[in-house]
């Protein structure tokens, strides 16, 4: 699969899906964009036909409110038909606004309130080891959500139990809703925590496609250790005008806002 034609065609998806729907999170769709791309488009052992496959591996969006950028990834790879995207977030339609398992092909858990992912994650990993079974446990979060507790108990828990088949990617684009991570609630030395708490930490280029492989292609990165990719990411990537904006955390695209970010989308190779 391309990569780069399937990270395009998540941002053009989600500004339609959520132009349409006048739904948000724009932004923070894409800046996870070029991770699940790669995810979806050359690391996850997936099969669409058989979306319960035992030996898939597992990913979790814990940042759900994304749930538009999963959704087109899923359709993309054939989980389901790229015209269903047209119900999202539609009454009666499962293509909710927060990420849904229900009724959806491909989606392991539903997510939403921040900070649940990575426990779940780490769970599914321990019962994972228990049972002897070799696929890995991705999770990808928010860097906002670092800031609930529940999330460094999980941390805790997985280095205690030598998850190594457990993968916490942290789409590190440094705003959540309101205003700069740094402002609300600063996580430097961010890396530094991660290794205290006895994980593997690597800190990439979230938009670098190579390198996002080359990272997600050697894992685990250390035996009995957890691994955390920290990716540095710009909120709203992709579209000028979009891009290091608080402004496009919830903001709907609508009118010429549309226009001109699908006009500059469709210019990219």
């Known amino acids: 699969m391309d990569i780069k034609h399937l990270a ?9 899906m959520t132009s349409q729907a006048g739904s948000s999170h724009v932004g923070s769709v894409f800046s996870m964009a070029d991770i699940i791309a790669v995810l979806y488009g050359a690391t996850l052992k997936k099969d669409p036909n058989n ?12 940042k759900g409110h994304a749930t538009s950028g999963l959704y087109a990834a899923l359709a993309e790879c054939g989980f389901f038909s790229v015209e269903k995207l047209n119900t999202f977030y539609q009454d009666g339609s499962s293509l909710l606004g927060h990420i849904s398992h229900k009724g959806v092909p491909g ?7 921040l900070g649940h992912g990575l426990p779940i994650g780490t769970g599914m990993a321990y019962g994972a080891k228990l049972d002897q079974q070799n696929h890995k446990v991705f999770v990808l979060m928010s860097d906002g959500e670092c800031d609930e507790g529940s999330n460094w108990e999980a941390i805790l828990f997985a280095a205690h139990h030598k998850l190594d088949n457990l993968i916490a990617i942290v789409d590190y684009n440094k ?4 205003d700069q991570v740094s402002n609300t609630l600063g996580l430097e030395p961010f890396a530094d925590k991660w290794k205290s708490f006895g ?35 710009v909120k709203g990537k992709g579209v000028s005008f979009m891009e290091n904006t608080v402004l496009w955390h919830y903001r709907s695209p609508q009118g010429e806002e549309y226009a001109s970010a699908v006009r500059e989308l469709e210019s990219q190779l």
């Open 51 to 62: 979306p319960k496959w035992a030996d898939r591996d597992r990913f979790i969006l814990s």
């Open 175 to 178: 705003i959540q809703s309101l």
């Open 199 to 233: 994980w593997e930490v690597l800190e990439v280029d979230g938009h670098n496609l190579e390198e996002l492989h080359t990272a997600f292609s050697n894992l685990p990165r250390k035996p009995n250790l957890p691994t955390c990719i920290i990716a540095h990411t």
């Open 107 to 113: 989606v392991e858990v539903s997510s939403g309130s």
């Open 8 to 16: 395009k065609k998540i941002r053009l998806h989600t500004l339609q």
